[in-house]
């Protein structure tokens, strides 16, 4: 009999259907059965030995909740037996129902249920218990999960464990994961959680990758690229690592009319093993990347969401670095502009912040100009040393294309036509802030934020948070102005500032988004001694952007 080892996950939602993911222990018949008649079935596919289901389900009606359950060969696994939370359930919205934002990134999976977090409490394992509290209550339409959903680098001490048992750890790549294998282990471990499985698959999310989803710094530079490929275990962790991701985000983030359409979800359905075919998709990325695209789009009536991959669609060339290769550039911008006066609000999801602290930005801008050469081979050798060790790879240390967004959304943001809002959603620094750009040739009517939050469950040094208050001050700014002039950096289209934190802690924001009004609300995880030592969600704060 087939098992339920992994899910379900509760991914692309509309008004009529719905997508669910989940991993089976065998080949089997998935089925999603809702009352009234709605639901659907999939046969599972295999990659690796692991059996994988996206179940497309129809027959929804718009603004209604509907219960659901989930069934592999005609037997129930979902809910599971005995379960305390609620019924999971899939909300079609209605047109006119607004839509009410979470998210967030960056998330180490939780130590056992007996063991002491040494990060705190887990932002999402305390928004599932407050919901599963009230049922009936408060929660999000659609999670976005903006990077690092897990860390293929950074490993338990459990993972570790399970890895020496595979293979020498004190051969590269160590306490990290090297294979397929490894990589669905980080899954099992993350989405196994109680708390954070019961919320997937009950609240629809949207993905996307950042770099220790397969290592830290990845695609950091040339230079950096060719030290990884110059090692025998790069290629298959990286491979393994888009496999995984492939299977475990990716897939959910597609609509089921993209999934149907889509020649390797086909490929790998139709075949008896679909690990050749992935496999071969993943090898034609590694070698090519501008010829896959990650990024996708969702609309939730007036209301469009650009996912933006910001790590495996770089040109990295020097003379020639961009964030997005210029395919990818073409479809933002194609995005961005379509169908004008057809959305009321445009979020923007990208791992990386594009506005940061302004020391930190001219900092990036610097080395990125050091090590093109601007100051001569020896700076170029200490700019490459420097973006390593401080992670200067935003969108700052990608000139042009800091500059290239900066001036779409102007234009987004101009004449008849424009959103009301342009949100720039991210993560990766591990802290909230919000900043707010004003362009200095040319007015913009939308209200342009930039909007960081991060992490939902992880850690920041001391040093770190200092090193953050500071880049936003009077004198980290004057700072900032003399390593740009000695960089010969060109001024930004833009100048910004923070309107809000920076704050610290596992964190999430909710953005509330009704006809052209937005408000915004950031909630941080407390364990509370009143509370018999549980963890609450405390606003931190609360404001109108438009």
């Known amino acids: 009999m087939a098992g339920l080892r992994l899910g379900p996950l509760l991914r692309y939602v509309d008004d009529a259907s719905a997508t669910v993911w989940v991993e089976a222990s065998r080949p089997c018949t998935a089925e999603v059965r809702c009352p009234g008649g709605a639901g659907g079935t999939a046969r599972t596919f295999q990659i690796e030995g692991h059996h994988y289901a996206v179940v497309p389900v129809t027959g929804l009606t718009a603004g209604t909740s509907v219960p659901y359950e989930v069934l592999l060969d005609g037997v129930r696994v979902w809910p599971l037996p005995d379960s305390f939370f609620p019924p999971s359930v899939i909300h079609s919205p209605a047109t006119g129902d607004g839509l009410r934002v979470a998210l967030g990134s960056c998330r180490w999976a939780a130590p056992p249920a007996d063991g002491k977090d040494p990060v705190g409490p887990d932002a999402l394992d305390t928004l599932a218990a407050r919901i599963a509290a009230d049922p009936e209550g408060e929660r999000p339409d659609v999670l976005l999960l903006l990077g690092d959903q897990i860390y293929a680098d950074e490993t338990s001490e459990a993972t570790r464990r399970r890895l020496a048992a595979r293979r020498d750890p004190a051969d590269p790549p160590g306490g990290g994961v090297a294979d397929y294998e490894e990589y669905t282990g980080l899954y099992y471990e993350s989405w196994l959680d109680p708390e954070v499985r019961w919320l997937l698959s009950t609240v629809p999310t949207c993905m996307i990758f950042d770099d220790h989803d397969v290592i830290d710094d990845w695609n950091t530079s040339a230079a950096w690229l060719a030290d990884m490929r110059a090692t025998d275990w790069w290629r298959e962790r990286l491979l393994s690592g888009l496999m995984s991701y492939w299977v475990h985000q990716h897939l959910g983030n597609l609509s089921p009319a993209e999934l149907a359409a889509d020649p390797l979800y086909a490929a790998v359905r139709t075949a008896p093993d679909g690990t050749v075919a992935l496999r071969a998709f993943a090898a034609r990325a590694e070698a090519d990347p501008a010829s896959v695209r990650w990024s996708y789009r969702r609309d939730f009536g007036r209301i469009r969401v650009l996912m933006v991959d910001s790590r495996a669609a770089r040109v990295l060339d020097e003379d020639d670095r961009a964030m997005l290769d210029p395919r990818e550039a073409r479809w933002l911008r194609d995005q961005v502009l379509a169908d004008r006066g057809s959305c009321d609000h445009l979020l923007i999801g990208t791992s990386l912040p594009w506005l940061l602290p302004h020391l930190v930005h001219d900092a990036e801008a610097w080395d990125a100009a050091l090590c093109r050469g601007e100051r001569g081979p020896r700076w170029a050798r200490f700019g490459e040393w420097l973006r390593r060790r401080a992670d200067l790879e935003h969108?700052?240390?990608?000139?042009?294309?800091?500059?290239?967004?900066?001036?779409?959304?102007?234009?987004?943001?101009?004449?008849?036509?424009?959103?009301?809002?342009?949100?720039?959603?991210?993560?990766?620094?591990?802290?909230?802030?919000?900043?707010?750009?004003?362009?200095?040739?040319?007015?913009?009517?939308?209200?342009?934020?930039?909007?960081?939050?991060?992490?939902?469950?992880?850690?920041?040094?001391?040093?770190?948070?200092?090193?953050?208050?500071?880049?936003?001050?009077?004198?980290?700014?004057?700072?900032?102005?003399?390593?740009?002039?000695?960089?010969?950096?060109?001024?930004?289209p833009v100048t910004w500032r923070r309107t809000g934190g920076p704050w610290f802690g596992n964190q999430f924001m909710t953005l509330t988004l009704h006809g052209r009004s937005a408000r915004l609300r950031l909630e941080r995880a407390r364990t509370q001694a009143a509370a018999g030592g549980r963890a609450r969600l405390e606003t931190v704060t609360e404001r109108t952007v438009l």
């Open 395 to 492: 969108w700052a240390a990608f000139p042009a294309s800091f500059v290239a967004v900066a001036e779409l959304i102007a234009e987004a943001g101009s004449g008849p036509g424009a959103p009301a809002t342009i949100s720039v959603l991210s993560g990766d620094v591990h802290h909230a802030y919000i900043a707010e750009p004003a362009w200095r040739s040319r007015p913009v009517s939308s209200r342009v934020v930039q909007l960081t939050c991060s992490p939902v469950h992880n850690s920041v040094p001391l040093s770190m948070r200092l090193g953050f208050r500071f880049g936003w001050s009077a004198p980290a700014r004057a700072l900032g102005r003399l390593v740009a002039r000695h960089g010969h950096c060109v001024e930004p």
